[in-house]
């Protein structure tokens, strides 16, 4: 798996895994990821839910959204808990909208700007698991520096405990 996603993290730095997103959500990019993705989709095969998206119900709060068939593109969606279905188009969108935010804007701000975006922003709609918190709360960590304020190294601590859960 690490050698399929090579070129890409070499290009953007940054570790992608969903098949869904590469496959359909990043036209722009879809020239690099078609070849290395359309023999394996490598998602859910370590059980780290790393595409996974929260459940859009409210009343759903812990449920995880995930591909029923993982190795079609065009699978639907459903979650683990009430068994909601979405239609893949609508789950690469948020999956797009998500890492279209995280890319240009999140991911290269301020520490404390990162910490505020995870809190009010992304926990409404990706998991803890997903690849996008994961990788914006290894940004913090790498810039949350010995001499930042106590309320950062705090947050800094709880997202070292989270990843490594
Ligand atoms: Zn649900």
Redesign the pocket.
Known sequence: MSQMVQPVTDVYGFPFHDGTLLASAWSGLSCLWTDAFTSTLPWQESGTYLGALK?V?ES?PE?R?LPINPLKISSLWR?D????KMDNIKASKIQEIAGRMILNNAIKREASYIIDYLNDHIVKFLLPTNQFTVELKLQAIKKIQSDRPLAELREKEKYCIEILD
């Open positions: 459940c119900r759903c449920g959204l979650c808990r009430c068994n909601l």
